[in-house]
């Protein structure tokens, strides 16, 4: 389990109708970006956010959104890794310095928000 806290940074429209891009800063050195269906968009700019990443559903009550993705791609290099997951082909990056171990590729990952 991976536990993250931040702030939901910007929300914007993507070229797919229909579809934001949640930009979420965790901390100075980790970016994430979601793609995510406007519908069922539950964040708001400037609000805290913490996202827990698990091979189970979080069992912390009361989630804004739980999202099962699977990842798929892994890139490390000196200054920054990549980490993409795929949930229902929308995307879920992460951009950070740090090396997040509990992170495998070809995994299901449940992705809680709250």
Do not use: A
Not at 40 to 54: A, G, R
Not at 58 to 83: A, D, M, T, V
Not at 94 to 106: A, G, L, N, P, Q
């Amino acid at each position: 389990m991976l536990e993250l806290n931040g702030i939901v940074k910007k929300i914007e429209k993507t070229e797919i109708t229909n579809v934001d891009l949640v930009y979420f800063e965790v901390d100075t050195e980790t970016e994430m970006t979601l793609e995510i269906v406007k519908r069922i968009n539950p964040f708001k700019e400037s609000e805290p956010i913490t996202v827990i990443f698990n091979t189970q559903p979080s069992s912390k009550e009361n989630p804004k959104l739980i999202l099962k993705g699977y990842l798929y791609s892994i890139s490390k290099n000196s200054e920054n890794n990549k980490i993409s997951i795929s949930v229902g082909g929308l995307q879920l990056k992460i951009k950070t310095s740090k090396d997040y171990d509990e992170f495998k590729v070809r995994k299901e990952l449940f992705i809680s928000f709250f």
